[in-house]
């Protein structure tokens, strides 16, 4: 029994965060297990378990301690290879994942936002489309045996081609129908062109969820998206008013994800939008409204103009703050913002890395992210004379894309909860961004941590070091 237990070692995947002397929780990325621990040997108990992977002489731990610290996976075998264990989660999580139809009904939009990424162009998704829709989505279905479709409408300006969503939405939920699948949707929109019948519209697509995204307040909104020439309703319209009117109506019938795009020009703007919210009774509604914050940033490899009016980490993790302090409940924040998450290691990966879920762009082409829509390189099939298909150069590095065997990602500690991040930002070769989801989970994580003991951390509080990372 001895000799077994002296066999044991440290999880490459333990962190300790420090509430005060005497006082820690350890927290173990692999698993999600947190023991808080208390006494006078707490500092050399988390000493031993949080450094580089090692041999832990067991001994010297109380027994109920070293049962908790076995099945938390704080303690393993000597022979167990954590990271393959990651992988294998990783893998069966690329099977299972929900599959997601994102369906780009048009490039076009009715506003220029300064910082849009996105090509203009006349494409748009048909009637004629939606056949080869409907079979890729029928074989998809049989092939996976999954038991629900969710339709992503996404542009451009989705609303704007209103045509193509009634027949897609009408031939999808009846193909779901048909195989005995549930099916729910999802919009992405800037609010300023949707039918006077909202209520009809969200009810007739199973929309669940809207995103509906703002500059700022009224004065920033219109002049950041502004209707471009010959697109205005009338000349004096805001783009600002149509969308609140369009939240307005929205949040008796379905949640709205109420997306806030801040750089360095309208970051002031956070208190006042908020207010507005507050102001307007949209925490307050039938149907919850979801504060959203989100760095307008290069989301492209187009936008790289974007550099300078990017908020850094540092800036953008001050303006989250802020807005948990104004925002009155946490479940009116997103899961990126709030602390009130615990961290559990990941079980799901993006759309972009699920097996059974596509974007399809309105030129027909066929994307792993919605964000290389309409790029000419990025398409992993593309669609030629007579609708036959046929793969695109990114194909095959979508299908093995694998975190735990990029350099950084295998040998991060965080890499059970971050997977490794956005990978479109490794397939770009973005180490810059990479960089930065490193600082997020140093300072976010033992927030969210201690969150769940009731212990309020802010970044200058207490964060992880690049040695906690790397071990
Ligand atoms: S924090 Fe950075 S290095 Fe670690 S898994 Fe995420 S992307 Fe990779
Ligand atoms: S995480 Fe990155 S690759 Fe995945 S959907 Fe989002 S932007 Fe696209």
Redesign the pocket.
Known sequence: MTAHRSRLRSSRYNFCVPFGEGDSVLYNAGSGASIRLAGSDVGEITELLCGPPREVATRIIPRPLLASLRRGGFLIEQAFDEVAAIRERYWVARGRTPMVLTLTTTQDCNLGCYYCYEERSRATLTAANVPAILDWTRERLAASGKDSLHVDWYGGEPLLNIAFIEVASAALQSLCNELNVSYSASVISNGTCWPDDVAGFIRRHRIRQAQISFDGLKANHDKRRRYRRGRAPEPSASSFEQAVALVDKLLDVVRVDLRFNADRGNADDLEPLVAFCLQRGWFDRPFACVFQLARISDYSERSGFMSQAKLSEDEFERLRERARHLVPNESNLDETTTRSLYPLPRTSVCAALADDSIVVGADGHRYRCGLQVGEKNRPIAMVGAGGQMSPGPDAPWWDTFD?TR?P??S?????P??????PK??LEGDTAS??E??L??RKALPQKIAWQFGVAMNENTFAFSESD??R
């Not at 040998?411 to 890499?415: H, V």
């Not at 909860?417 to 956005?422: H, N, R, T």
Request: contains cysteine; aromatic residues 20%; positive net charge.
């Open positions: 975190p990029q950084n990602c040998r991060c500690s965080f890499l909860v971050c997977w490794g991040g956005c930002k490794h990479l960089h989801q490193s997020y989970w990372q790397f």
